[in-house]
């Protein structure tokens, strides 16, 4: 089945929907936005992990064993 994204204009707007969607019985995942602070975080973690890989001080595994973990 099709997945389908919705972006309320406001918090009532979002109830609504929801609303619905709980009438229609309708599976509901919501995920948050993620804020400025969130996305600079998760971009410095990344950063310091490329940086501690290239100095040797980790190492990463490749795609193909974390996809064997799936």
Known sequence: MDT?????KNAEQAREVL?????????IEIYPDRTKDEILDSIQRGAK??????????????AQEVLDEL
Do not use: H, S
Request: net charge positive; hydrophobic share 45%.
């Open 4 to 8: 389908i994204i919705v972006k309320p």
């Open 19 to 27: 609303q619905v969607l709980k009438q229609m019985k309708v599976k």
């Open 49 to 62: 992990q490329a940086a501690d890989f290239i100095k040797g001080k980790i190492q990463l595994r490749d």
